[in-house]
């Protein structure tokens, strides 16, 4: 059975752009999935540490026949791949950033993986790039994106810059 997974994709440190889009070739390339679409790249201001870099930002659309907690670990050993070492503090620079935020309309709470993602409907980072995927996408427990994207504030919005760094030719 094939379910929709939507990923949160981010990098402040290094060639930020190229890093997104290996990211991106990487998701596609996983066993019993595809990449079915990708936002563009949003430069934000970082969030929880804000003493760092601006991150890009954007999201993707998988296809998956792989069970959440498998999509979860697949995730993890792609930022480790691309550079990732997770030590220091929680929100802090890093090359790669793969957050599992929504899988089909389920709900998850383990000590492993939570779903939907717990902070999704705070951060303007998620939801400007979802809401131009995906505006009617309906976060489980939460309500759709764009009623949720006009819950933030008009100056968290706005935060989220657009960029000319298109990631749909990632393949190319």
């Not at 379910?3 to 990487?26: E, F, H, M, Y």
């Not at 595809?34 to 563009?40: E, F, I, M, W």
């Not at 979802?130 to 994106?145: K, S, Y």
């Not at 706005?158 to 393949?171: C, F, G, M, S």
């Amino acid at each position: 059975m094939t379910s929709i997974a939507w990923v949160g994709l981010g990098s402040n440190q290094g060639d930020s752009a190229t890093l997104l889009k290996r990211a991106l070739q990487a998701l596609d390339g996983l066993p019993r999935t595809g990449l079915d679409q990708a936002s563009a790249a949003y430069r934000t201001p970082p969030w929880g540490v804000t003493d760092q870099p601006d991150f890009l930002n954007a999201v993707a659309r998988l296809s998956t026949e792989l069970a959440p907690e498998a999509l979860l670990s697949a995730l993890l050993e792609i930022e480790s791949d691309l550079g990732r070492v997770r030590e220091g503090h929680r929100w802090g620079p890093r090359p790669i950033d793969l957050d599992l935020l929504v899988f089909d309309h389920q709900v998850i709470d383990t000590p492993e993986l939570s779903l939907p993602h717990p902070r999704l409907h705070e951060r303007a980072f998620v939801l400007v790039p979802l809401h131009a995927l995906a505006p009617e996408l309906v976060i489980p427990g939460r309500g759709p994106v764009t009623g949720l994207l006009e819950q933030l504030s008009p100056e968290d919005r706005r935060a989220v810059r657009a960029t000319d760094i298109e990631l749909n030719d990632r393949l190319d």
